[in-house]
């Protein structure tokens, strides 16, 4: 038996065309699913390294042992020493600290690091005598400073116009409690430095959960063991704070310790848990080396990783899911490529057997082979995913976004796992695809396989069974989709039981959508193929204004190998229905997400604006101004929405108070938004004295539409705190969820409340501005002078812009790498589509070499003969796209469909069809002209004298 | 009808490294209007020669003339011009179109040279009875007997009418009364239609119908005598051994 394997490894080496063939099914698979291994560890990778380089410390641990009269130097580096022993612990180095001060300049004005609160928030660190580290690894601009000054972040130095060489006034305030009189009795502790350095530093944070302050970080602004903005000094010069304290008060002084390890080998992708596993371990052996000053060790990396292996399990879950139609379009590639490798060697078999091979030899043979095949293929594909995914990502994302720099193109990775995983998925894919055509071959009768020699029509028996209970399946999951998105809901009757049966049965039939295309493709072509030969005669009419004379030839074809012809179609099919499924997809759902900001913010800016009160205690707006929104550059439309708290139905109320026939004409209000029957419009409240409430407050206070609700509210004439109580009767003409931007309780037309002048309105009151932009402007511009439009009216705002949000979720590396991964599969599913279709043309031309020298023979041109195969080939890829695009629009379609009936639907899903999409159908079509073009050129160039000399295999 | 003249015609086919030189400067010519039959051992080179001259295969030396035409400068237009119009071609085993009825295949030849409809229909109706056919007209290649596929083998090579009949061993598969019916039909296209056909064969009988007989060994015409000789020696030499071959 063993003697007899040698033969596969020969039969390997010296069949290279039919190595070929049967492998490239097998490696392009396997290529997509490397690609995707590769994109996904790389993608993660970057994401790891992006996020890590955020970090700008491994492992801190704080300590409150000492207070600030007991700074220990000694201490400190006993302990960092002790560090240092622990296993893999590479550098550490401590910082201590001390909150609670004020910092003003020479003029008294005082650092305020909120706007909104008052409190000293100043800190102290003070640094070791080598610090070099810390300033390396927290990214600091900036030297140490020199002993008996201090460094300041420069964001402080702007707010306290602060230069080099300025005096910095750190004041504390001591409060002690007078028990006499009850008093808190204040003394403060001021002390001036010299500012010898101002530092700044790239976006770190040491916390990974404040991710947000790395990138909102402000400019100028310094983080630095546990402080944010700190005063920062030598721990030589600690006695210059130290001394005048400690004379009048205990303060609390923190001592923080830092540790480094080598992130390469503890944080490691590949093992997610063992790497947490290892760093907490580590934490804990860090706390027992710091026992002697208590310190609680914390492990920033740790919840980084953390977060990115829950993150990375499901993100290779979806990926894998979304890779799967490609995947699936290469399996099926791979059997057809095996299947025709098996096909051609039956003679070989015949005669192998006529010599005395048993049915076992052959088989083992076979198996033997196709491993060795699979292994080959897995390797190829390995080389094809990486270079795949290398240079396709590049061209690809820089042509949707030119700055954007893809997380996975910046970064790569490729582990032992995906090397394993993918040389073994190659074996068993190989093994799986060529099973049967082994099983067949190695049993099949030795007259029988040694009888070929005339060219034959290939009769292989089709059964329509199968495709026509995938239609039968495809109808049901068709109907389950829309009896999810319209029955379900308003499922009552019933027992609890058929109830869960119902949904159990309909949601597993929707669930199938995804695999529509795939059931569609298949089973459809295969119909029209091969279950009735008259359909594709008809159908072959398409290319007989082109083909001619000849026509009848291609419309026999199918008569010749219906498999072979269906093969085809199926492949074009698979190639382009999964193509425009995943895109149209991808697109809606973009676009959904877009419309869903957009409804958010409730128009492309919106200002929010809060009164500022003056020195009467009133507030203080310039009504002129108001009115004048539109005046601002690029203001297209606005609206103004006064949000007054009102009281209804004996509690308060938020009440919306705004031109509702302009609101409406701003931005599309669907009926998705009504509660009811869909009859209601926000313009109803053009009636005098009307409302539209919503669900929460219907809800709360059993309210139907046409019931009466008196509000009240105080409004201040006379412009001072004294205010007088006015109210209205409001009938309720409809109930709604929210509206775009706002979610009040009531809705009223301003004029309703026009007895209310403009300047009564007192109170917590917001005003609110929903602003369009006119074509062309730039809405962050178009903001600006909206911001600016509003202090003019007294107004302290802020704003939000629709396309600002967009951009930052459009920059975040998930969604990037998501965008990438697609791309990636796009190309992949087209270079399957070219090599599959060149692939089976290929073979075709081949086993018909014989035929086609015939014809040649008879007198045909090359040109003649090209067209014979090219009208072949057109109208099998005509049919499978049309089969394909109309397999891919209606998942599509049926997905919108369920996830409008999974989300609310206020905004409803379209489809978009987007130039992705067009660029999907183009190049499928173009690849396939390609490769049938080339598949085809070589028949016209036929040795005629060999070719009519083979008679069999 | 015009002659056919061989001169120097060398054929050296190339596999690898090794060379096999199928034909070696054979020099012949051929009568318009004859049967030509040629014979020689397995190897010899007969079906190189034949090829070439139906413009299946290019030659690596010499010249095929037909009346003062060469075939072996032939461009590949002229060259599918060639097959199309001058020559008609019948392969030992048939060759035809497995997809296509008989009178499909029979037409064939016709619809590359863009014949009209009618034109075609009545030459096909013609032709089918010529070989007598018409009631097989409708049957696919595997539905015929090797002897009605070489017959319509025949009928297709006859399409266009082309002046010049080339045969590789076209009885070679068929029973020998199948055979003798071919043979017999070659003799009425040269007797009735006036075609050049040039035979290459096996089968002794060829004797009763050829004007001339070339003997091929090695590459090289060795001997050439009329039908009549061929035919008396072969008798002479199947009493002498009394074995039919
Ligand atoms: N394509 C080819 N490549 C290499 N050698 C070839 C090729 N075709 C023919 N030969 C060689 O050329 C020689 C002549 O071949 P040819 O087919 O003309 O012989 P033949 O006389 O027709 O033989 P047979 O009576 O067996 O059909 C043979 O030795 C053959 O092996
Ligand atoms: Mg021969």
Redesign the interface.
């Known amino acids: 038996m063993l003697s007899f394997a040698r033969f596969a490894l020969d039969s390997i080496v010296r069949n290279r065309r039919r190595t070929l063939y049967a492998i490239l099914g097998v490696t392009l698979a396997v290529s997509l699913i490397a690609g995707s291994l590769i994109a996904i560890d790389s993608a993660s990778f970057g994401l790891l390294r992006e996020r890590l380089d955020g970090l700008p410390v491994d492992f801190y641990g704080q300590s409150y042992a000492g207070d600030l009269s007991s700074i220990d130097v000694e201490r400190y580096e006993e302990v960092t020493d002790r560090l240092l022993t622990v296993d893999g612990v590479q550098e550490v180095s401590y910082v201590v600290s001390c909150s609670g001060w004020a910092l003003l300049n020479s003029d008294g004005v005082m650092y305020q690091g909120d706007p909104y609160y008052w409190y000293p928030s100043g800190s102290f660190v003070f640094l070791p005598s080598d610090s070099s580290v810390i300033l390396d690894r927290y990214k600091i601009e900036g030297e140490a400073p020199s002993p008996g000054t201090v460094a300041i972040p420069s964001s402080v130095a702007t707010a306290l116009d602060l230069s080099v060489g300025a005096p910095l006034i750190c004041s504390y305030q001591v409060s002690v409690y007078d028990e006499v009189n009850f008093t808190y009795v204040y003394s403060y502790v001021n002390i001036s430095l010299e500012v010898s350095q101002i530092w700044t530093q790239e976006g770190v944070t040491e916390d990974y959960w404040q991710w947000w302050y790395s990138e909102a970080q402000g400019v100028g602004d310094v983080q630095l063991g546990g402080v944010y903005n700190p005063v920062v000094m030598p721990m030589e010069s600690a006695s210059m704070v130290v001394d005048p304290v400690s004379e009048v008060t205990l303060l609390s002084c923190p001592e923080t310790y830092l540790v480094w390890v080598d992130r390469g080998e503890y944080a490691n992708i590949v093992n997610i848990a063992l790497s947490i596993d290892r760093l907490e371990t580590l934490n804990g052996r860090l706390e027992r080396a710091a026992s002697e000053v208590s310190a609680r060790f914390s492990c920033p990396v740790v919840q980084v990783l953390f977060d990115l292996g829950s993150d990375l399990s499901q993100k290779k879950l979806a990926f894998i899911g979304l890779s799967l139609p490609v995947v699936v379009l290469g399996v099926y590639l791979s059997v057809v490529g095996v299947e025709m490798g098996m096909t051609e060697r039956r003679r070989e078999i015949g005669v192998l057997k006529s010599r005395g091979a048993g049915n076992g030899q052959i088989f083992a043979s076979l198996v033997m082979e196709s491993m060795l095949l699979g292994a080959v293929a897995g390797f190829l594909g390995l080389a094809t995913g990486f270079l795949i995914s290398r240079f396709l990502l590049v061209p690809m994302s820089t042509l949707y976004e030119s700055e954007a720099v893809s997380t996975a193109t910046t970064s790569f990775f490729i582990s032992h796992m995906t090397i394993a995983v993918v040389v073994l998925f190659g074996i068993l894919l190989m093994l799986l695809s060529s099973y049967k055509p082994m099983r067949r071959a190695s049993r099949m009768a030795v007259a029988e396989a040694l009888h070929q ?5 290939v009769k292989v028996e089709y059964r329509s069974r199968y495709d026509i209970a995938a239609l039968v399946f495809v109808g049901y999951s068709i109907a389950c989709v829309f009896w999810l998105r319209q029955a379900a809901p308003y499922w009552s009757g019933g027992s609890f039981v058929a109830y869960l049966l119902f949904s159990v049965t309909v949601i597993a039939g929707s669930s199938f959508v995804p695999a529509i295309p795939f059931l569609l493709s298949v089973s459809i072509i295969r119909l029209v193929t091969r279950g009735s030969r008259r359909l594709y005669t008809r159908f072959s009419w398409i290319v007989s204004r082109w083909t001619k ?2 026509h ?2 291609v419309e ?2 199918i ?2 190998n219906p498999k072979r012809a269906s093969n085809i179609g199926i492949i074009v099919s698979l190639a382009v229905a999964f193509g425009l499924f995943v895109s149209i997809t991808m697109e809606s759902e973009l676009a959904h997400a877009e419309k869903v900001v957009l409804y958010e913010v409730g128009a492309d800016i919106r200002y929010n604006g809060y009164c500022r009160y003056n020195e009467t205690g009133f507030y203080d707006v310039d009504y002129s101004v108001l009115g004048t929104m539109d005046s601002v550059d690029g203001v297209d439309k606005s609206v103004m929405v006064r949000e007054q708290s009102v009281n209804a139905e004996h509690s308060y109320a938020s009440m919306a108070i705004f031109d509702t026939e302009a609101f409406a004409d701003l931005i599309e209000i669907g009926s998705g938004w009504y509660v009811g029957d869909g009859s209601h419009d926000i313009t109803d409240l053009g009636e005098n004295g009307t409302v539209f409430i919503n669900e929460d407050f219907a809800d709360a206070n059993y309210l139907v539409v046409g019931d009466t609700i008196e509000a009240s509210m105080d409004v201040y004439p006379d412009h001072d705190s004294v205010g007088i109580t006015v109210s209205a009767e409001l009938r309720v003409v409809g109930v709604l969820k929210q509206l775009p931007g706002m979610s009040n309780n009531l809705y009223v037309d301003s004029d309703t409340l026009s007895f209310i002048e403009p300047d009564w309105y007192g109170g917590y009151n917001i005003i609110r501005f929903f602003v369009m932009v006119e074509e062309g402007a730039d809405p962050s511009e178009v903001a600006d002078g909206v911001l600016a439009w509003g202090s003019s009216a007294g107004l302290e705002g802020w704003v939000e812009v629709t396309e600002e949000r967009l951009e930052e979720a459009m920059a975040a590396p998930e969604f990037r790498t998501l965008r990438d991964f697609l791309y990636m599969e796009y190309a992949l599913s087209i270079v399957m589509l070219t090599c599959g279709v060149g692939l089976v043309l290929f073979v075709t031309v081949w086993d018909r070499r ?2 086609l ?10 040109e ?1 003969m090209r067209r014979i195969l090219m009208g072949e080939s057109i109208s099998l890829m005509t049919l499978g796209m049309v089969v394909g695009s109309s397999a891919g629009l209606l998942s599509a379609y049926l997905y919108g469909v369920l996830m409008d009936g999974f989300n609310s639907s206020e905004i409803p899903h379209d489809l978009v069809f987007s130039w992705i999409s067009w660029v999907v159908v183009l190049s499928a079509i173009a690849s396939f002209m390609l490769a049938s073009f080339l598949a085809t050129y070589n028949a016209g160039r036929i ?3 060999e070719a ?2 083979i ?1 069999g295999g | 009808m015009a002659d056919i003249v061989v001169k120097d015609l060398i054929k050296v086919y190339k596999t690898g490294k090794s060379e096999v030189i199928a034909l070696r400067g054979l020099d012949c010519s051929m009568k318009g209007n004859t049967i030509q039959a040629i014979m020689g051992p397995s190897g010899c080179g007969k079906t190189t020669l034949l090829n070439i001259i139906g413009g299946l295969d290019r030659p690596t030396a010499g010249s095929v003339r037909i009346g003062d035409e060469n075939v072996v400068d032939f461009t590949d237009d002229e060259l599918v011009r060639h097959r199309r119009e001058t020559v008609g071609i019948v392969f030992q085993f048939f060759n035809l179109v497995p997809t296509l009825t008989a009178r499909e295949n029979i037409e064939l030849p016709m619809r590359l040279a863009k014949r009209d409809s009618k034109e075609m229909k009545a030459r096909t109706d013609e032709l089918l009875s010529l070989v007598g056919m018409q009631d097989r007209a409708k049957h696919k290649p595997d539905a015929l007997s090797g002897g009605e596929q070489q017959r319509i083998g025949l009928a297709t090579a006859l399409a266009n009418d082309p002046p010049i009949l080339l045969a590789d061993e076209p009885t070679g598969e068929l029973d020998s009364e199948t055979g003798h019916q071919i043979l017999m039909l070659f003799r009425k296209l040269r007797d009735e239609f006036g075609k050049t056909v040039i035979i290459v064969t096996h089968d002794q009988r060829i004797g009763q119908i050829a004007d001339s007989v070339m003997m091929i060994v090695d590459g090289r015409i060795t001997e050439e005598m009329s039908g009549k000789e061929f035919h008396d020696r072969n008798l002479d030499s199947t009493r002498s051994r009394s074995s039919p071959s």
């Open positions: 020699y005339t060219p034959k029509t004379e000849l009848y030839i026999k074809n008569a010749r014989n035929e020298a015939c014809i040649l023979a008879r007198g045909s041109s090359p003649q040795k005629l004298a009519l000399r008679r």
